[in-house]
């Protein structure tokens, strides 16, 4: 069945329109729905990806509307395109939807009340936009599934409480203008190329020379700007923090795992395989500009979420730090750092699902979550606790979590392209996640509230009633997605040879530099 | 000024319509930047979104050519497409156009690309707008100076440690609405209350069936 | 603040204008998007492909329908946001409106309203099903269908529109405009095409492969007409009322 891959855009799809109109009938059909819907999602693209394995070329691509590509500057018609690296983003994001998916039963109803069916609407069609964005292989087919994801973003961030409506406006002013420079940036391409298909805006730059054009640098600059505003990097960050810290528990996790993450694959997709490795790390200035960029927007990030006092913001600027990372990782161009680039945007999106599913139990549980209201949660709720903080050092970095390996690859690239200051830098914010998470775990522990005064009686006295420190678990439904994401961070973090494999099968089809004569 | 070869006629002749789009983004760029009322704001993101619809179907004019549609001479059920109908008895199958029609036609692939960005601005400006009515039923007020101030007194009474530091706006201007009429606003929708509950079980019909609990807003924020 | 944006847009439109230098003259029929064989393509096959005369509405619903599906799905996100975001309210009672006018709905504007509003429904449909041929489709047709019910909530009141056009309905014929336009993608797929391959409708149909594509073209369009008349209506509903779904403007 090579029809799969289309499954998994068409699975959601489905999924929330039978949500629309059966939810007038029952709301209580919504959730089960939307779990079928992702389950059936995340068959298809596991079966894609295993498909693009065993092909020979390493990709899948399927015709939609069923138009040949024998023309010569390909793009009649709308083409998907899985090679392993789209096929890998599918899978993370029907993955990350799927566990979202079943952890959303209680917080939805409480959070947003009589909304269900637009809700999980909204829910399923922006999985089926993130996971369109993964596959597509026509420019401008994204940019109608960037605006599918960002339009469900904007609804699924503001139908939550007045704070959240008030931190969308700047989310849809800022999402509109990165989308908008994309689609003129696309708008240059097709008018010196004449073609929307990837690969045959690729073919028309090589044979034509057009890489030295005044239009296509500027696109270049139109695109990649779109992009990173999208992505929320560093100088275009306002709309991320206040967007997910106020957006009902659900949307923070299902958005803060994938939106950045998938505008970085955006950005891969682009420099790589429509602008090709020359023109986008030799021609330009990015690559002697960006790293520096990257080094001021993770400092600047890790000290804000350093200012923070509440988990969910904090969160919020740590994602910000790490679009530094990835985006970082891309620009010190070579092959290590663009090993390590992908393999974060995978483990980034476990470990920060992990994060945020905690962070959504301890709000269901303690209504705050706020630095002050923590004490005491390990003996409450161990097994939460467990799963965020496996989340927690994997972003620190420590060995057996996915977020070691990924940032030893990161590291490396810097030292092979020398750039010591990116280097540097990753260093200096790993101090700085330490510092946060090891103040969460003390936090925990310590019967001192934030202004100093002390509340316990001493020797391990939390200052807590009985009735506060009894183990009270979170739901199984809340409870069982958040072990599992944190499984997963594990699992990448064991058999972490296996995706760099298909990474590296990937990454060969590029001439990078590898910097070193062992390899 | 205007011989050939000078950069005048290369810019403001050859390609008037590539610089009008270009005038016309930075227009509603900076409405959308700079404007202080998030309505300003809004209208400033439809001429930022027109401008590239101007560019777009600027790539799509070819000098001499027609809209995209078959004439009646092309068309596969036109006029010739009938009269050969009537001649043989098989009906003829339409011809690929010589590549000199071609050239009468304008380009469609813009047009398509266009037809999308409308629907979509036109489906980003609704939800925008119905964030801006929120933004006004809860707090008062579109403009982005008062809201931010409102945002941010709102989060030092919700919550107590929260020392979070928060971009303030330079110039705090006074208020464009004063507080009073304000207030005799809703002094004056109270009295009226009397004709608007009127139509109580006209809303309850006409509600979805499933009535909203009231929302915990204070309790996610 | 405002002289850094100013500063920043400037550098912006610089920096486009300096791309426009680089650009082919308008209206050259040697640029490169205008000669490219994407484009002469469209021109040259679409009446051997398909059979339809309008070029755009080929390309549109045909070559690149799966662009137009989602593009249908973005209006159906559009309503479902709107509505729910506006949905429930503030704890206090919602905002007051500066004045309420007594008003009974005009008598001329109300009788002028039922002369015009079937000849706007019938041209509609008109401009749906005739998009093939001349200029119109799904969109136009659909949006021209909403204005007619924009209308009568106009003239006479939101309660007489919603009456005729409820929101529950219009979320049901949202979401079966999507089905529509979805099925006909599944049908194709289920006769062997790939998902949108139109032409496979023609193992069930009597009809060409060509002919089923402009069959199955116009069946798009009801599917994407249904959509946007219905949440064009919900928009303005919505919108018009702040989300109480009565006496709006």
Known sequence: MSDLIVWIVLFPLFGAVFCSLAGAWSRRICYPVAVLSMLGSVWASVETLMQAILSPVHEVSYLLGGWSLDLFPRGVGIEFRADLLGALIALVVTGVGLIVSIYSKFPVQRETPGKETMYYGLFLLQISGLAGIALTGDAFNLYVLIEVAALTGYGLVALGSNRAAAATFNYVILGTIGASFYLLGVGYLYLKTGTLNM???????????????????????????????????????????????????????????????????????????????????????????????????????????????????????LIVAEVGYMVGGVWIYNYYGLIGSIFHVISDACMTLCLFLGAGIILEKCKTTNFDGLRGLFARMPLTMIGFFIGGFSIIGLPPTCGFFSKWYLITGGMVSERWEYMITLMFSTMVMVVLFFRLIERMHLAVSEDGKNLGAGHGDLGLSKEQSRFDEAPLSMLIPLLLAASIVLLIGVYNQEVVDQIEVFLGAYNLPTGVSYK | ???????????????????????????????????????????????????????????????????????????????????????????????????????????????????????????????????????????????????????????????????????????????KVPKSFENTRSRKGDGDSLTSDGSQDAKARSRRPSKPKKSKDGEAS | MKRASFILV?????????????????????????????????????????????????????????????????????????????????????????????????????????LIVPVIQIFALYVLAHGHVSPGGGFQGGVAMGASFILIALSWDLKTALSRFSIERCFTVAGLGILIYAGIGLASMFFGGEFLDYAHLAKILPISPEMARYHAMLGVEIGVGFTVTAIMFALYASLSTDGRMRDGL
């Open chain 2, 1 to 175: 000024m205007f011989e050939d070869g000078s950069l005048f006629t290369h810019l403001l002749v050859d390609r008037l319509n590539y610089v009008i789009y270009v005038v016309l983004l930075m227009i509603g760029l900076w409405a959308m930047v700079a404007k202080n009322n998030l309505i300003k704001k809004l209208i400033g993101m439809s001429i930022f979104q027109t401008a590239i619809i101007l560019f777009y179907v600027s790539i799509g004019v070819k000098e001499g050519a027609t809209i995209p549609i078959y004439l009646s001479e092309h068309d596969p059920h036109g006029e010739s497409g009938e009269v050969n109908n009537a001649q043989s008895s098989q009906p003829e199958r339409p011809q690929v156009l010589e590549a000199s029609l071609v050239a009468g036609y304008n380009n469609p692939l813009p047009h398509v690309l266009m037809l999308t960005a409308i629907v979509v601005g036109v489906a980003t400006l609704g939800l925008a707008l119905s964030i801006c009515l929120r933004i006004y039923r809860a707090y008062g007020t579109v403009e982005e100076d008062e809201l931010l101030l409102k945002l941010e007194s709102e989060e030092l009474r919700s919550s107590s440690g929260s020392r979070t530091r928060r971009w303030r706006p330079r110039s705090k201007r006074k208020a």
């Open chain 3, 10 to 114: 400037l550098f912006i439109g610089l920096l486009l204008i300096w791309a426009v230098k680089d650009f082919p003259e308008w209206g050259d029929p040697q640029s490169p998007a205008s000669s490219s064989p994407v484009s002469s393509h469209f021109i040259a096959k679409t009446g051997v492909d398909t059979e339809v005369p309008n070029m755009v509405t080929a390309v549109l619903a045909d070559y690149r329908g799966f662009d137009t599906m989602l593009e249908t799905v973005v209006v159906f996100i559009a309503g479902l946001a709107v509505l729910a975001i506006l949905l429930g309210g503030p704890k206090r009672r919602t905002r007051d409106r500066d004045f309420i006018v007594e008003f009974e709905p005009d008598l001329i504007v109300t009788n002028t309203v039922r």
């Open chain 1, 199 to 317: 690969v045959g805006i690729r073919e028309v730059i090589e044979t034509n020379g057009l890489l030295e054009s005044p239009a296509m640098q500027v696109s270049f600059v139109l695109i990649l700007l779109g992009i990173l505003i999208k992505m929320a990097f560093f100088p275009f960050h306002a709309w991320l923090p206040n967007a997910y810290c106020h957006a009902p528990t659900t949307t923070s996790c299902l958005l803060a795992p994938l939106v950045t993450k998938v505008m970085i694959y955006v950005m891969i997709r682009m420099t790589l395989s429509v602008f090709g490795v020359e023109f986008s790390f030799e021609s330009t200035l990015w690559t002697e500009v960006l790293p520096w960029l990257v080094v001021v927007a993770i400092v600047c990030a890790a000290v804000m979420a350093l200012a923070q006092r509440e988990i969910k913001r904090m969160l919020s600027y």
